[in-house]
């Protein structure tokens, strides 16, 4: 065997090595670096959205988990947040546990870009207006009319198409953005 064929079996072997239970690996890298959303803004968010127990939340880059920790806490919802970044999940996760709402809310190591969202009836978002724009035909196809979404500083006019909020607020300089499905 030549050594040029078994550096190119042990490159086949490590690209699909199965990663051990329990394990999560990056599936990418993030569209966005984690900053938090600080809790005035998180409580401002949710009652913007009338966030009840009878809600499913949905945090799309949900970081350390606080927006769907927050909802299940304050209103009963429950909540899943999604990110791409097995580091925030973990810490997530973690939060989530000294929090004491794991029965209501779950993280997902997941892209958001892929991961069904069709079971919300609130989404929550803090991404750069471009993945805003980038999600508008997913969150339009999977949720339901309806479903409330919020944005925490950035809002859906990316590409020059103005998309006016339903409402927007400001929270000590910050701005959160309401919409509902279908956003046009």
Do not use: C
Not at 94 to 113: I, P, S, T, Y
Not at 152 to 166: C, I, L, N, Q, V
């Amino acid at each position: 065997m030549t050594a040029r064929r078994l550096i190119l079996i042990l490159a086949i072997l490590v690209t699909t090595a199965v990663v051990p239970a329990g394990a999560q690996q990056q599936l990418r890298s993030p569209d966005v670096i984690f900053v938090p959303t600080p809790q005035e803004v998180v409580d401002a968010m949710l009652k913007l959205a009338k966030v009840t127990k009878n809600d499913v939340i949905y945090d799309l880059g949900s970081g350390d988990g606080r927006i769907p920790i927050t909802a299940a806490k304050t209103y009963g919802a429950r909540g899943v947040g999604i990110d791409i970044d097995p580091q925030r999940i973990k810490e997530a996760t973690e939060n989530l546990k000294n929090a004491g709402v794991g029965d209501r809310v779950r993280f997902l190591n997941q892209d958001l870009f892929t991961t069904d969202i069709s079971e919300a009836t609130v989404v929550t978002l803090y991404l750069l207006p471009s993945l805003n724009v980038k999600l508008i035909p997913k969150l339009n196809k999977e949720l339901k009319p309806g479903t409330r979404i919020v944005s925490h500083a950035f809002d859906m006019s990316a590409d020059g198409t103005e998309r006016k909020p339903r409402e927007t607020l400001n929270v000590n300089g910050r701005t959160v953005y309401f919409w509902t499905i279908p956003i046009q």
